[in-house]
């Protein structure tokens, strides 16, 4: 009868699935920049109510904010090939929809899903400024770019800062779905690494614990970012 748990195996396991820890992260990275731009635009517009656009962006929010990220994950695998095909037909180009690296669609799918949620962040946090500040800059002759530029999104950055951070951390775990749409990274290779030997137990335990490490990392970065951030918003006030 074979070891119920075999940590020596467990060990020897790391190097081989540390090998994708860079896909991981490349991909987190993407997502994270763009669901952040995404976010930013999102809010601004239902923050300002432009017209239609602000209608769409609702039910964008509403939707992600609704749906399962791995249901997200599967349509933006399956639905933008199909929605490129159909471009291709009727405005006769040729797209090749068959080359897109399926890591394409995970960053489209993820950039999506953050993006709304951190969209109502970056929007309460803009609504949490006094309104009075913005008509102080407009009596001053401020335009409103000039306004939301310095006076209204630093002191609304403030406040998003810790929220978006977590944001970040839960996009950073969401990467561990992607293996489901033939993304070989952390979690596929700790999947052919268990079916060689059958011991999925012990290369989940791995994989849990390079999340664990990565998140530790990167919310020890947004404590330092959160920390410089307030020291500068003290000196200000002095």
């Known amino acids: 009868m074979g070891k119920v748990f075999d940590i020596e195996y467990m060990i020897s396991t790391v190097p081989e699935i540390l ?40 039910v964008y929010v509403s939707f992600i904010r609704g749906t399962p990220a791995m249901v997200q994950l ?22 090749n929809v068959s080359g897109i690296p399926a890591s394409v669609f995970a960053v489209v799918a993820l950039s999506l899903n953050t993006g709304a949620f ?3 962040t970056i929007r309460s946090a803009i609504l949490s400024v006094d309104a009075g500040q913005l008509e102080a800059c ?15 999104l630093p002191q609304a ?21 992607i293996f489901n749409i033939s993304v070989i990274e952390m979690m ?21 614990l390079i999340y664990w490490v990565c998140c530790l990392a990167l ?16 000196s200000v006030v002095k």
Do not use: D, H
Request: glycine share 6%; charged share 20%; net charge positive.
């Open 118 to 120: 951190m969209s109502e």
């Open 157 to 177: 950055f403030t406040v998003a800062l810790p929220p978006l951070g977590n944001s970040l951390i839960s996009l950073l775990k969401e990467t561990s779905l």
């Open 188 to 208: 596929a290779a700790a999947k052919i690494v268990g079916t060689r030997s059958f011991r999925f137990f012990e290369v989940y335990i791995v994989v849990a």
């Open 19 to 58: 090998k994708y820890l860079p896909v991981t992260l490349k991909i987190a990275l993407y997502s994270g920049i763009i669901s952040l731009i995404l976010g930013f635009a999102v809010a601004l517009v239902r923050t300002f109510k432009v017209k239609v656009l602000s209608q769409i962006c609702a």
């Open 138 to 152: 407009y009596s001053v002759n401020m335009n409103t770019f000039t306004a939301l530029r310095r006076v209204i």
């Open 74 to 95: 599967l349509v933006a695998y399956y639905g933008i090939p199909i929605m490129l095909k159909g471009l291709n037909e009727s405005l006769g180009t040729n797209l």
């Open 219 to 234: 919310e020890r970065l947004l404590i330092l970012l959160e920390k410089r951030v307030r020291k500068y918003e003290r």
